[in-house]
């Protein structure tokens, strides 16, 4: 299954094999890798293909799945791998957990709807006496 963490895992490998080779454009196979993290193949070409997706990377995948790809990463790579996947998720998280406390902070308790209710029924109650005592009297 994807994760964040599976995709942190290969950001930090790519990362890594960066740091290796001293240069941000570098090959590699992308089966020694899939070995590596313990997923399949297809996985991690999906991976780098949502990678390139978001702009952290650019790579030459070909249909052939055996030759090495050449990984060009990009600085939104490093800058993004400061936060990771799992810290974008946690984030999302409590932007939306944040959210949600808004919205109950913003509804009224069911007291004050159910009083809001009465007062409005007792004016319409009001005028609608007002307007039978006024039909009645002319």
């Known amino acids: 299954m994807i994760t964040s963490e599976l995709k942190d895992e290969l950001l930090n490998k790519l990362l890594d094999l960066s740091n290796e080779t001293g240069k941000l454009r570098f090959s590699c196979s992308l089966i020694d890798v899939a070995k590596e993290l313990d997923v399949s193949l297809d996985i991690v070409r999906k991976l780098i293909k949502h990678f390139q997706n978001r702009g952290l990377i650019g790579a030459a995948l070909t249909k052939d799945k055996v030759s090495s790809v050449a990984i060009d990463l990009e600085i939104e790579a490093f800058d993004f791998h400061k936060l990771g996947f799992?810290?974008?998720?946690?984030?999302?998280?409590?932007?939306?957990?944040?959210?949600?406390?808004?919205?109950?902070?913003?509804?009224?308790?069911?007291?004050?709807?159910?009083?809001?209710?009465?007062?409005?029924?007792?004016?319409?109650?009001?005028?609608?006496?007002?307007?039978l005592f006024t039909v009645e009297n002319s």
């Open 86 to 131: 799992r810290g974008e998720e946690i984030f999302r998280k409590q932007k939306i957990e944040k959210l949600v406390l808004e919205l109950e902070q913003l509804k009224p308790s069911f007291v004050e709807k159910t009083q809001e209710i009465d007062s409005i029924l007792k004016t319409v109650k009001q005028a609608f006496s007002m307007l």
